[in-house]
């Protein structure tokens, strides 16, 4: 299949490249342990640090694959939901991760323009199971 370049495809693919690198450069710090303890322990992720800096690569990974992007797409929107109300339960600003939130579906918006199909409302045509179930469970 042949890829078209438009300037939105170019645009979301630069997004997720500036997201996934964010994403790497963190990630890669939380499991080399390059935080410092003080900060780890704050947060009260000490045990788990590794674990999450793991996750955050994997992301990064997905979100930059054309063919998994939609799974990077929804990792990353769990990652930065996770550090959103991490910070707010600490009192903690919390607007830098709102906005790398934002950027994902915005580059997901622009690489992959059918991503909000399902919002859309359904067309004439669409065949309902659930109507075919109903009409052979109910005699």
Known sequence: MKTTWTWETIT????HGLIAGIMILAGSAKV??????????????????????VGELATAVFLLV???SSLGV???????????????????PFVLHSALLLLTWAGACLRVPGVFAS????????????ADVAEVLVP
Request: hydrophobic share 45%.
């Open 74 to 92: 929804l990792l990353a929107s769990s990652f930065w939901g996770g550090a959103i109300c991490l910070h707010m339960s600490k009192g903690e």
């Open 119 to 130: 919002f859309s409302a359904p067309s004439k045509k669409a065949v309902r199971p659930s």
């Open 66 to 68: 054309p063919r998994t």
């Open 32 to 53: 080399l342990g390059l935080f410092p303890p003080e900060a780890v322990a704050q947060l009260g992720l000490t045990g788990w640090i590794t674990v999450i800096g």
């Open 12 to 15: 979301g693919l630069v997004l």
